[in-house]
């Protein structure tokens, strides 16, 4: 994978990147609900939802990295939540992941200062467990974490 770039998503791969996330919901067997329009609407809106880099080998997306700022008063300082990283079966196993999110830091590093990276990965997912671990990422002992969504979620924001 000598040949693949990582480079930020711009407004025409947005379709590439749709393809890139919903092959990794296939992959975890989870619901892919982000159509296309939301996801223009999340990155273009008033304030952006995301940023996201690809992996290119050519015309073909290889990777992608999906992330948002996040803030923590323990740490004084932002981070990067990173949703959703992906990589092809082609490529697993080149490092490509590990490029995929030090692309990722960088990038949030310069837009918002970002120090550190925080991610969710599933119980169910020995291999990405290992991954993660093998790159320094380790459980955040006493914290669990917890959502809110759907009709509590609109219940929630309708009481402000």
Same mark, same amino acid.
């Given at each position: 994978?000598?040949?693949?770039?990582?480079?930020?998503?711009?407004?025409?791969?947005?379709? &590439?990147?749709?393809?890139?996330?919903?092959?990794?919901?296939?992959?975890?067997?989870?619901?892919?609900? $982000?159509?296309?329009?939301?996801?223009?609407? $999340?990155?273009?809106?008033?304030?952006?939802?995301?940023?996201?880099?690809?992996?290119?080998?050519?015309?073909?997306?290889?990777?992608?990295? &999906?992330?948002?700022?996040?803030?923590?008063?323990?740490?004084? &300082?932002?981070?990067?939540?990173?949703?959703?990283?992906?990589?092809?079966?082609?490529?697993?196993?080149?490092?490509?992941?590990?490029?995929?999110?030090?692309?990722?830091?960088?990038?949030?590093? $310069?837009?918002?200062?970002?120090?550190?990276?925080?991610?969710?990965?599933?119980?169910?997912?020995?291999?990405?467990?290992?991954?993660?671990?093998?790159?320094?990422?380790?459980?955040?002992?006493?914290?669990?974490?917890?959502?809110?969504?759907?009709?509590?979620?609109?219940?929630?924001?309708?009481?402000?």
């Amino acid at each position: 994978m000598d040949d693949v770039t990582i480079r930020p998503v711009d407004e025409a791969d947005l379709p &590439m990147l749709d393809r890139a996330l919903r092959t990794l919901s296939d992959d975890l067997g989870d619901t892919h609900r $982000a159509t296309l329009d939301a996801l223009r609407k $999340a990155w273009f809106g008033p304030c952006p939802a995301f940023h996201a880099m690809l992996a290119l080998s050519g015309d073909t997306a290889q990777g992608a990295a &999906m992330f948002s700022p996040v803030f923590s008063t323990v740490r004084g &300082m932002p981070g990067l939540y990173v949703s959703d990283l992906w990589v092809s079966d082609a490529a697993r196993g080149s490092g490509l992941g590990r490029r995929l999110l030090a692309a990722a830091s960088a990038r949030a590093g $310069a837009l918002w200062g970002a120090g550190y990276l925080r991610l969710d990965v599933y119980d169910s997912s020995p291999e990405a467990i290992g991954f993660y671990t093998k790159l320094g990422l380790a459980p955040m002992e006493g914290q669990r974490t917890l959502a809110l969504s759907g009709a509590g979620f609109d219940k929630l924001k309708g009481e402000a």
